[in-house]
């Protein structure tokens, strides 16, 4: 009889640990949108760019269980975060969507997006959703204050002369990129960062002027079980999830993204912004702790 009783008790354990993570991944983990830190250090940083955080969100998919209230949430968090530099990529409205979003809530969405801070600039890139509204994407990062740098770079600076590079790159998925006039005039010796919302165009990007890839698309699979997960789009067979080193040189990062499609549930897969940290490698070496 104890034995059963043993049985029993650990049953319930386990079916309360199960729907414990069931109610969560349902009910609160979608919008429980998490920061993770990242450091980037390297000798072709300017010393003028040490300690600049660069916050990279992506896949908000505004419109189908992202709504105004989670976004609100979402800014609020960024502004917080400190983040010199803020940049997008990709999926900003979930197109089967987008029709049927009335004109007060796109004047939310730009009010909550141009409210977000960032010193050093605002910058985006289009991702396999927005091709298909791309007016009212073009128009509401526009009215947000984000520049669209797709197939295009920009220097970034702070205050000074000494940059590096952000190239942005199309989605290779609904878009269509073009790598060499992304990067075009890039220094060979400057630190390059360059975002595209697939994951896997970072097989066909400049590999020898290229430092850091962010991505995204993915969603990380939104509910991950190890052996399979809920979304696994195109573009993703190569680099997936999580963060990759090409060559020994190129890192890529592939963010989970902040909205959810299909389903909206998250399991294994956090709903995040990431904030990477530049630093002058020199400058690190140099620096001793005190005692």
Same mark, same amino acid.
């Given at each position: 009889m104890k034995i059963v009783n043993k049985v029993i008790l /650990? #049953?319930?354990i386990l079916a309360s640990i199960v729907g414990g993570l069931f109610f969560d991944a349902y009910n609160n983990a979608p919008s429980r949108f998490t920061v993770r830190f990242e450091t980037v250090s390297s000798t072709r940083i300017p @010393?003028? /760019? !040490? !300690? %600049?955080?660069?916050l990279y969100f992506s896949d908000l998919h505004f419109g189908l269980f992202m709504d105004v209230y989670r976004l609100e949430k979402l800014v609020t968090l960024i502004n917080n975060s400190g983040a010199d530099v803020v940049i997008f990529g990709g999926d /900003? #409205?979930?197109s089967d969507t987008v !029709?049927?979003?009335?004109? @007060?809530?796109?004047q939310n969405v730009k009010t909550l997006l141009k409210e977000i801070k960032a010193p050093l600039g605002k910058f985006a890139v289009y991702g396999d959703q927005d091709h298909n509204n791309l007016d009212i994407v073009n128009e509401t990062l526009f009215d947000s204050d984000f520049? %669209?740098?797709? !197939?295009n770079n920009i220097k970034l600076r702070n205050k000074g002369s000494q940059s590096i590079n952000i190239v942005g790159i199309d989605s290779e998925d609904n878009g269509n990129i073009n790598i060499e006039q992304a990067y075009n005039n890039i220094p060979k010796l400057s630190y390059t960062i360059a975002v595209c919302h697939t994951p896997d165009t970072v097989t066909k990007i400049e590999k020898n002027l290229t430092d850091l890839y962010l991505s995204g698309h993915s969603l990380a699979g939104q509910a991950y079980f190890i052996i399979d997960s809920l979304y696994k789009p195109e573009y993703t067979? /190569?680099?997936y999830r999580g963060k990759h080193l090409i060559d020994n040189k190129i890192k890529v990062d592939i963010s989970s993204g902040v909205g959810t499609v299909i389903k909206d549930v998250r399991f294994l897969s956090n709903a995040e912004i990431v904030i990477y940290t530049l630093k002058h490698k020199e400058f690190q070496e140099n620096t001793t702790l005190p005692e």
């Open positions: /650990l #049953f319930i @010393e003028q /760019l !040490n !300690n %600049v955080n660069i /900003l #409205f979930h !029709n049927s979003i009335n004109y @007060e809530t796109i520049e %669209v740098i797709n !197939n067979s /190569l680099y």
